[in-house]
């Protein structure tokens, strides 16, 4: 019979509602019970802990005393918890004070106190809670309660089954009633259908006063003789948009092969570039070896290493900014600067370069003060980086001009060469990370196609724009740069003074895995009448720290055995260095490696290649003048 009952829709509907209703109460109840059991166990838990740190904070003096009699008094107080079987208070000496609500037994306690917290077994709840007494830990207390839990369970589960019967009947009424309003045009949907697969009459329509989703199927059937027709427009449709896709999927394919073809030339140009300054480097070390006594000659070499090396430091720099900005982590200075000021930082970054190249350098500026609200080294960079390319893509003995001008409340700043130039179809192609306007290989002067693309983004950090005009190859270029001028301020802040010399001579410790770096620096500070101590390792470092107690501490961050962060936690941790200051050297320069520097304990935070003119610079400086500035 209920075979016969479930193989009709209403039977089905009937028994669908009851096993959803069934599965769903189920669910439900072992959920609360769940949740039930895991509370009850927890306010247990609270409840007892609670009563262990009270009875822990009111013995703390009876332990600490030596008074077993104050102790008992204080355990005594537990017998408004019937539920607490026994307790005790625990020293180092064993069991220092008891407590059972029985008189009828006696409560077996444990000879030692267990681990700090809770524990089941069986029927009881033992807690063991600390006694702190001046921050020192002198006591236990050991608390054993009887813990009812499978009676809770019954009664909870008793409940639960009571009420899932109940609803189950009043989900059968109820389902027995609604079936009709489903079954009925569902009848009707197949009568319909029955006589349009005999008569192949798609005229026919079903007609019916349900609602809801029966409606929609209703409707749905009535509108099957209209689909036929429609399908064949929808097959069209569906070409046209696997046509649409093919091309889109297309034109991501060659957007992939050109970011591809992109990689590879900035990998390959990066490695050329980064060549370049190490042959000359290379050679400098050459020339210094062999005519070691040739005062000129190694004078002339430092100065062309000196200069490479820079050059190095600027193409990881530019690198290293385009990424911050990419990802939104750059951030300005909003200072009142004025422009010549900034002019001047910048032409003296490039004015060797020019020399060098041949170029005349021509710089116009207004002669009333001209005040900006920004970054003054960022918009020297900006300026910098704009020269730098004026004077790469000119040949030898070229014309260069920096000129500004005021336009409508803001500056109008231009760089003008007569390069190579940049063709109409790349003007603003050139702003992109990595597109060079000249790629070919007889090119005198390469790049990394950062430059422009760092500029534009510091510019509109600044609130201004960027813009490049060129008639053509072989034409030259203008790069024009539109700022917001600022009004003047009352008194602006003064220039940076240079840096004295120590006034002193100090305890230096340095640690560095690099043996070469660090011993170059040592003997330099040395030379100074410096007392110097140089470690290799993070342990070693630690050692000569506690010996040699230095003013100033400069420690490298991947160092072996115990690296510069857990270092200067430990230095920190040492009373007898509280005094000495600690700066960071490491080659990790993103803002959240200084910030985790400064909570590790550093003073100051040095990105390498570091130069022996900042490491004098902070000898030289006060805490407050570097710390988190460097």
Not at 378 to 385: E, H, I, P, T
Not at 529 to 537: P, W
Not at 581 to 602: M, P, S
Request: aromatic content about 6%.
């Amino acid at each position: 019979m209920l075979r016969r009952h479930t193989g009709t829709v209403r039977g089905r509907l009937i028994l669908m509602a009851l096993i959803t209703t069934l599965v769903a109460l189920v669910t439900t109840s072992v959920c609360m019970l769940v949740y039930d059991v895991k509370a009850f166990q927890q306010n247990w838990v609270d409840d007892l802990t609670t009563q262990a740190e009270i009875v822990a904070t009111m013995s703390a003096p009876a332990v600490s005393f030596n008074d077993p009699a104050a102790a008992r008094q204080n355990l005594a107080l537990l017998r408004v918890k019937p539920q607490i079987r026994s307790a005790a208070i625990y020293t180092d000496a064993g069991l220092f004070a008891a407590y059972g609500l029985s008189p009828l037994e006696s409560p077996a306690f444990p000879a030692r106190p267990g681990n700090i917290g809770y524990s089941i077994k069986g029927g009881s709840m033992i807690v063991y809670h600390p006694i702190i007494d001046n921050g020192e830990r002198v006591g236990t207390v050991y608390i054993n309660s009887s813990y009812r839990l499978w009676d809770r369970v019954v009664s909870y589960a008793m409940i639960l089954a009571g009420v899932l019967v109940f609803s189950l009947l009043i989900a059968a009424l109820v389902a027995s009633e609604l079936q009709k309003s489903i079954t009925r045009p569902l009848l009707a949907v197949t009568g319909v259908a029955r006589e349009v697969m005999q008569r192949r009459d798609f005229s026919l329509r079903v007609d019916s006063n349900a609602s809801g989703e029966i409606a929609t199927l209703v409707a749905a059937f009535n509108d099957m003789l209209g689909e036929v027709g429609r399908r064949a427009h929808a097959l069209q449709e569906a070409n046209r948009t696997l046509e649409h896709e093919m091309q889109v999927r297309q034109g991501a394919e060659r957007a992939l092969l050109l970011a591809d073809r992109r990689k590879d030339e900035f990998l390959a140009t990066l490695a050329h570039e980064l060549r370049n300054p190490l042959a000359p480097i290379r050679t400098g070390l050459d020339i210094m070896r062999v005519n070691s006594k040739d005062a000129a000659a190694v004078e002339r070499a430092r100065t062309i290493m000196e200069r490479q090396l820079k050059q190095m430091v600027r193409l990881v720099d530019d690198l290293l900014d385009v990424s911050r900005i990419t990802t939104g982590k750059l951030t300005i200075r909003h200072d009142h600067i004025r422009l010549r000021d900034v002019v001047n930082d910048a032409l003296e970054l490039v004015k060797p370069l020019a020399e060098a190249q041949g170029h005349t350098l021509q710089v116009l500026l207004p002669e009333a003060p001209v005040h900006l609200l920004g970054d003054a080294t960022r918009l020297a960079q900006v300026l910098s980086n704009l020269l730098n390319n004026a004077v790469k893509y000119t040949q030898r003995g070229g014309a260069i001009s920096l000129g500004a001008e005021m336009a409508s409340g803001q500056v109008r700043i231009s760089v003008k060469d007569n390069g190579i130039g940049i063709p109409p179809d790349m003007l603003d192609e050139i702003f992109e990370l990595f597109i060079q306007a000249d790629t070919s290989l007889e090119r005198s002067t390469a790049g990394l196609g950062v430059g422009l693309s760092l500029a534009r983004k510091l510019v509109e950090l600044h609130g201004g724009t960027i813009r490049a005009h060129s008639t053509g190859r072989g034409q030259g270029s203008e790069i024009v740069v539109l700022l917001p001028v600022q009004e003047e301020p009352a008194a602006l802040p003064a220039g940076p003074q240079g840096v004295a010399g120590p006034a002193r001579q100090y305890r230096i410790l340095l640690a560095d895995d690099n043996v070469d770096f660090v011993n170059s620096i040592g003997a330099l500070l040395r030379s100074m009448g410096h007392t110097v101590q140089i470690s290799h390792d993070g342990n070693q470092a630690l050692m000569a720290a506690e010996t040699f107690v230095p003013d100033f501490a400069f420690l490298d961050i991947g160092l072996p055995l115990l690296n510069g962060y857990d270092l200067a936690r430990a230095i920190r941790a040492r009373p007898a260095l509280r005094n000495t200051l600690l700066v960071a050297v490491t080659g990790w320069g993103q803002q959240k490696d200084r910030q985790q520097a400064f909570e590790a304990g550093f003073e100051g935070h040095l990105v390498k290649p570091v130069g022996f003119e900042q490491i004098s610079a902070i000898l030289a400086g006060s805490r407050e003048g570097f710390a988190h500035a460097v």
